[in-house]
């Protein structure tokens, strides 16, 4: 968490030095000389002379956690695929075209670089690449972003146009994501109850030029889906806060496995949030993510809320070639999607996707419509093929 002291010690000891501001960098000064000769013991006792073969550990415990890539999803409100891939072309790497497998993403390695194969717009370098100072992340051109956690605003997919609800949505990528899918054409609701995240999420938000936004500061259950504001929202992202056990730590971590009444905490939000999301009148269609390996939170959720509403909503099939499906808690439980960065070399990660039932409701599909007309458009092309001429130009990266 933001408050927490493991992260200004870390970046002290092992990082560039210290990036946060406030009382742990004055505490993290004080004791710098007791935190180094701590330090110090810890090497010897573990007989190493580097302070990376400390991190060992860490890595081996959270298996794949040195195997993850590193993602870049460009950002189609600023740029197109094909630019971008010049652009790092001419910085000196090379460019393998687009991913047949997993196990092509597993063999990266150097200045090499692919095409995501599910995600378009995604490309993908070799583990621990560091984009924090390059021109294209500063200015907005790319965004950083877990592969699992495109999944979310890919297969919302909402049609541009659309009004759109991101229920709980500091800091901001899905958000982003969900724009370019929008094509800056409709209205976004973002919520968020931390007023610092938002502040934050607001300037990454304008980096990515992303326009029809309204951000507020307040906890989505008390927002009303009478208020005839969100009259028109007929899509929501849902990503609740959970226990992130299946966020991929490269910093040793102290914390044992949520306990069983933290879960059920954490499960009875969950719930309550997704039973009131479903709520507002014109909702067509639902993501509801988390980046949590647990059942309790997961599959167990979908299940409690879909029984609660009958027939109202049912769960799509969604992106029917991803391996990995949700657990076997109920049937039906295989629509949904997991990661793990064992088999999809990603965080951790679930999806379910609900659409609306009976009169009114969009015609029944597995992928969204964007995402079947991605699927469509690059069946038989080749992997970075010039897209169709566009309307507005794009600003080109120079």
Wanted: with cysteine.
């Amino acid at each position: 968490s933001p408050a927490s002291p493991q992260v200004p010690v870390y970046d002290l000891l092992f990082g560039k030095g210290l990036k946060c501001g406030g009382r742990w960098k004055a505490l993290a000064r004080r004791h710098r000389a007791r935190l180094e000769a701590e330090l110090a013991r810890l090497k010897v006792q573990q007989k190493v002379s580097r302070n990376e073969d400390l991190l060992a550990p860490a890595q081996a415990a959270s298996p794949g956690a040195s195997q993850v890539p590193r993602y870049v999803r460009v950002n189609t409100l600023k740029t197109c695929v094909d630019d971008v891939i010049d652009f790092f072309k001419r910085q000196g790497y090379s460019y393998l075209g687009k991913a047949a497998s997993v196990e092509e993403l597993r063999a990266l390695s150097g200045k090499k670089f692919l095409l995501d194969l599910h995600l378009p717009e995604l490309l993908v370098f070799p583990p621990q690449t560091d984009f924090h100072d390059n021109l294209l992340y500063t200015s907005g051109h790319i965004i950083l972003q877990d592969k699992a956690s495109c999944l979310p605003a890919f297969l919302l997919g909402p049609a541009a146009g659309s009004h759109v609800i991101d229920a709980c949505a500091a800091p901001g990528n899905k958000t982003s994501h969900l724009a370019a899918i929008l094509k800056n054409k409709g209205q976004i609701f973002a919520f968020d109850v931390d007023t610092k995240r938002l502040a934050t999420m607001n300037t990454m938000l304008m980096r990515a030029g992303v326009t029809g936004f309204q951000l507020a500061q307040q906890d989505f259950l008390t927002v009303d889906p009478g208020d005839p504001k969100y009259g028109k929202v007929t899509y929501i992202l849902l990503d609740p806060s959970c226990s992130g056990s299946g966020m991929v730590n490269r910093v040793p971590r102290e914390e044992a496995a949520p306990s069983a009444e933290r879960l059920q905490a954490l499960a009875g939000f969950q719930r309550k949030v997704l039973s009131h999301a479903l709520s507002f009148p014109a909702l067509q269609r639902l993501v509801y993510s988390t980046c949590s390996l647990h059942r309790e939170e997961n599959e167990d959720v979908v299940q409690a809320v879909l029984q609660e509403q009958g027939s109202a909503f049912r769960l799509v099939n969604a992106f029917p070639s991803w391996p990995c499906r949700g657990l076997a808690a109920f049937p039906g439980a295989e629509s949904c999607l997991r990661a793990s960065p064992a088999d999809t070399l990603t965080h951790g990660f679930f999806v379910a996707v609900l659409e609306r039932c009976g009169e009114g409701a969009a015609a029944p599909s597995s992928l969204p419509a964007a995402a079947e007309e991605n699927l469509q458009h690059g069946e038989g092309t080749e992997p970075g093929a010039a897209p169709k001429k566009r309307k507005r130009k794009k600003q080109r990266v120079k």
